[in-house]
T-cell receptor, first 113, second 117 residues
Framework: RKEVEQDPGPFNVPEGATVAFNCTYS??????FFWYRQDCRKEPKLLMS???SGNEDGRFTAQLNRASQYISLLIRDSKLSDSATYLC??????????????FGQGTILTVHP | GAVVSQHPSRVICKSGTSVKIECRSL??????MFWYRQFPKKSLMLMAT?????????EQGVEKDKFLINHASLTLSTLTVTSAHPEDSSFYIC?????????????FGDGTRLSIL
């Protein structure tokens, strides 16, 4: 089983659509969770951290379910500029793996007019 | 916000050449930096963890003699790809974790696109 698993997509949605991405992780001791976005041939950029209580940043909502080891990202009112690859990222347990980020394979989103 | 600078951004060189990539934290101190590699249409894969003043920790399957890492100061880590071959062509990205805020998200450099002919 992969440490971090995402549906690779691609997701093709019209502007204004709502789209949801899911992610599961295998290490129950993982400490922190993030969504990054990566544009073509660029470095990953932090989109938002993910908390158990759920958190929202504008059109973006992230949720974490530790019991199910499941992370989600919801994008509302999609914009053309949201087109990118969305990476689910998990920070490992303490000790030698502390600070080690494990990336999912990414979910490709294309928003079209 | 915190900035990580990576240099060079693009390298094209002949097979057998050694290539050095620098990763600098510009406005914070980083005791730990991470080196990733990303092949086309694949996710980032951690290669090694660079620790200031000590030896790097390599992930399974990554040759430490092939990918030399030096982290001589709190703001600079270097990755040297020795005797590079076409299969080493990839996108190499570093990230840094703040010494004073280890629980915060890591900051990534712009990446280095390496092409070996």
């Amino acid at each position: 089983r992969k440490e971090v698993e995402q549906d690779p997509g691609p997701f093709n949605v019209p502007e204004g659509a709502t789209v949801a991405f899911n992610c599961t992780y295998s290490n129950s001791a993982s400490q922190s969770f993030f969504w990054y976005r990566q544009d073509c041939r660029k470095e990953p950029k932090l989109l938002m951290s993910v908390y158990s209580s759920g958190n929202e940043d504008g059109r973006f909502t992230a949720q974490l379910n530790r019991a199910s080891q499941y992370i989600s990202l919801l994008i509302r009112d999609s914009k053309l500029s949201d087109s990118a690859t969305y990476l689910c990222v998990v920070n490992g347990a303490g000790g030698t793996s502390y600070g080690k980020l494990t990336f999912g394979q990414g979910t490709i989103l294309t928003v079209h007019p | 916000g915190a900035v990580v600078s990576q240099h060079p951004s693009r390298v094209i060189c002949k097979s057998g050449t050694s290539v050095k990539i620098e990763c600098r934290s510009l406005d914070f101190q980083a005791t730990t930096m991470f080196w990733y590699r990303q092949f086309p249409k694949k996710s980032l894969m951690l290669m090694a963890t660079s620790n200031e003043g000590s030896k790097a920790t390599y992930e399974q399957g990554v040759e430490k003699d092939k990918f030399l890492i030096n982290h001589a100061s709190l703001t600079l880590s270097t990755l040297t790809v020795t005797s590079a071959h076409p299969e080493d062509s990839s996108f190499y990205i570093c990230s840094a974790r703040s010494r004073t805020e280890p629980g915060q998200p890591q900051h990534f450099g712009d990446g280095t696109r390496l092409s070996i002919l």
